[in-house]
Nanobody, 124 residues
Framework: VQLQASGGGLVQAGGSLRLSCVASGRIGSSYNMAWFRQAPGEERWIVAAVSRTGSSTYYPDSVKGRFTISRDNAKNTLYLQMNSLKPEDTAVYYC??????????????????WGQGTQVTVSS
């Protein structure tokens, strides 16, 4: 499985962006998926996760109510809708696929495949 993330860019505080992550292979219902972000000098943190079928989602408090993760298994595509963006959301955003164990984990090493990252910059 290869993951290709896109949709990042520069946006003003309060604005919105929609990230996409296309899988080269069939992710279908085989993988749980997640979005992480990493700011310069910081660790990689989870911002959203979705189960194989899309029936379960997870968000940390820092983005809950502002970010929405979704997936279209027929299109092998994962999405992250980001609203009410804040300067502290600035980071490189990565999509990730998890094939075994619990349906999500906040630990990056639990994920099997990673996209290349897309930069999101929120200006104040």
């Amino acid at each position: 499985v290869q993951l290709q993330a896109s949709g990042g860019g520069l946006v003003q505080a309060g604005g919105s962006l929609r990230l996409s992550c296309v899988a080269s292979g069939r992710i279908g219902s085989s993988y749980n998926m997640a979005w992480f972000r990493q700011a310069p000098g910081e660790e990689r943190w989870i911002v959203a996760a979705v189960s194989r079928t899309g029936s379960s989602t997870y968000y940390p408090d820092s983005v809950k109510g502002r970010f929405t993760i979704s997936r279209d298994n027929a299109k092998n595509t994962l999405y992250l809708q980001m609203n009410s963006l804040k300067p502290e959301d600035t980071a490189v955003y990565y999509c990730a696929a998890k094939g075994s164990g619990t349906w999500y984990s906040i630990t990056p090493r639990s994920y099997d495949y990673w996209g290349q990252g897309t930069q999101v910059t929120v200006s104040s």
